[in-house]
T-cell receptor, first 113, second 115 residues
Framework: DAKTTQPPSMDCAEGRAANLPCNHS???????VYWYRQIHSQGPQYIIH???NNETNEMASLIITEDRKSSTLILPHATLRDTAVYYC??????????????FGKGTKLSVKP | DGGITQSPKYLFRKEGQNVTLSCEQN?????MYWYRQDPGQGLRLIYY???????QKGDIAEGYSVSREKKESFPLTVTSAQKNPTAFYLC??????????????FGPGTRLTVL
């Protein structure tokens, strides 16, 4: 079972910031938070990951609360092409089956003009 | 171009037939994975391979088989024992599954329909 909870759907206006929340209240100290997204009928795409510090890359920012029980993915200027299902995943950072990704149902983000 | 290819994009088979889905990567990745996705659901892990000639069952391996004879290739066979094979199948690879912050790269997927 996925160890994260996400809202099933969200809307965002084009050009505005999209803030996608994720709860992971049972996260362990050695587990990272990963975000992937999946555009309709395509394979998932990696976005970003973090442990406890906030992270930023060219696609998004990841804000993790101090207690690490929740996080928010921020798309600073959403475009229509950002419409997708966004998956929040917690995983350990080592190999074997423990390091496998476990996908929940994600949040379907709809960016509207 | 480096990447993961899956073919074909759409595949139709009659019930009771085995079918093999191909997955090839030229990223020089050690680890490869097969997932299944049903409508409105997340991905579920079928099999994964950390190195050539080695693979492990995922969460839903029953009715499936794999081989990993070459680093670049990880074909998945959907056997007649799989009760509900119609689904979207995704292949992925990562540099290694052992340590490191390795992300998984996904192929475009194969949509299998069993008639």
């Amino acid at each position: 079972d996925a160890k994260t909870t996400q809202p099933p759907s969200m809307d965002c206006a084009e050009g505005r910031a999209a803030n996608l929340p994720c709860n992971h209240s049972t996260i362990s100290g050695n587990e990272y938070v990963y975000w992937y997204r999946q555009i309709h009928s395509q394979g998932p795409q990696y976005i970003i990951h973090g442990l406890k510090n906030n992270e930023t890359n060219e696609m998004a920012s990841l804000i993790i609360t101090e207690d690490r029980k929740s996080s928010t993915l921020i798309l600073p200027h959403a475009t229509l092409r950002d419409t997708a299902v966004y998956y929040c995943i917690v995983r350990v950072n080592y190999g074997g089956s423990q390091g496998n990704l476990i996908f929940g149902k994600g949040t379907k983000l709809s960016v509207k003009p | 171009d480096g990447g993961i290819t899956q073919s074909p994009k759409y595949l139709f088979r009659k019930e009771g037939q085995n079918v093999t889905l191909s997955c090839e990567q030229n990223l020089n990745h050690d680890a490869m994975y097969w997932y299944r996705q049903d409508p409105g659901q997340g991905l579920r892990l079928i099999y994964y391979s950390q190195i050539v000639n080695d693979f492990q069952k995922g969460d839903i391996a029953e009715g499936y088989s794999v081989s990993r004879e070459k680093k670049e290739s990880f074909p998945l066979t959907v056997t007649s024992a799989q009760k509900n094979p119609t689904a979207f199948y995704l292949c992925a690879s990562s540099i290694t599954s052992g340590g490191g912050l390795d992300e998984q790269f996904f192929g475009p997927g194969t949509r299998l329909t069993v008639l």
